[in-house]
């Protein structure tokens, strides 16, 4: 939920309810921005439905953790019933050549987020309801296990990668040889960040 969401959220919790909503201007502004940052990960739909069950149960002016409270038990819920099965030949933007490269951590992904925000129902099997694809980690790569892949499997006219991919990215954070990722919601990037590369440079400068 971005600022805006956030206003017409507030802007219909004024409406059943007076005692939520800052009246002085300086007060609203810093409600606004808190609860932006409280409910940064929650859809506004959801958050609109959170309100109507908060007041259908409690006589209390709600606060942003009573909706974040309701959005982690239904995200865990649905994460849970997801069996996490990942089909690489299901996603034609995803290179055969390179199976887990950016397209794949990116598809991978976007799954599991379409899952968590409800845009994707859990894929589920009944008898694997339970701890099973709760998690996935990619794996970091090192240099080791990328100059071996590539030994393996060498691609004609590979495009050079991005020599500053060989720094660490101190914008994002993104080890060496890790695409970089937007900093707020940690979606792998086509390109890199301009400090990035800035280090990469200064860092040639320093070596030449
Ligand atoms: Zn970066």
Not at 44 to 52: K, S, T
Not at 63 to 87: H, N, S, Y
Not at 156 to 167: F, I
Request: aromatic share 6%; net charge negative; charged share 25%.
């Amino acid at each position: 939920m971005d600022v805006q969401e956030v206003i017409r959220l507030l802007g219909e919790i004024s409406l059943v309810d007076d005692r939520v909503v800052k009246t002085d201007e300086a007060e609203q502004k810093a409600q606004v921005r808190m609860w932006a940052v409280a409910l940064a990960e929650v859809p506004l739909d959801f958050a609109g439905e959170a309100v109507g069950r908060h007041y259908a149960e409690s006589a209390w002016p709600i606060m942003p953790k009573d909706i974040t409270a309701k959005w982690r038990d239904t995200v865990r819920d649905r994460l849970a019933r997801q069996v996490g099965t990942f089909e690489p030949n299901h996603h034609p933007e995803i290179d055969p050549d390179d199976q887990y490269g950016n397209a794949y951590v990116a598809a991978l992904r976007s799954g599991r987020t379409a899952v968590m925000t409800g845009a994707e129902q859990p894929h589920e099997l009944p008898e694997l309801v339970g701890r099973v694809g709760r998690t996935v980690d990619v794996a970091p790569a090192t240099d080791g296990y990328l100059a071996a892949k590539n030994a393996l499997f060498p691609k004609a006219n590979r495009p050079a990668a991005a020599p500053e991919l060989a720094v660490h990215c101190p914008a994002c954070g993104s080890a060496a040889n890790r695409p970089c990722q937007s900093v707020q919601r940690g979606r792998v990037l086509r390109g890199t960040h301009g400090s990035r590369r800035d280090a990469y440079e200064a860092q040639q400068g320093a070596a030449a």
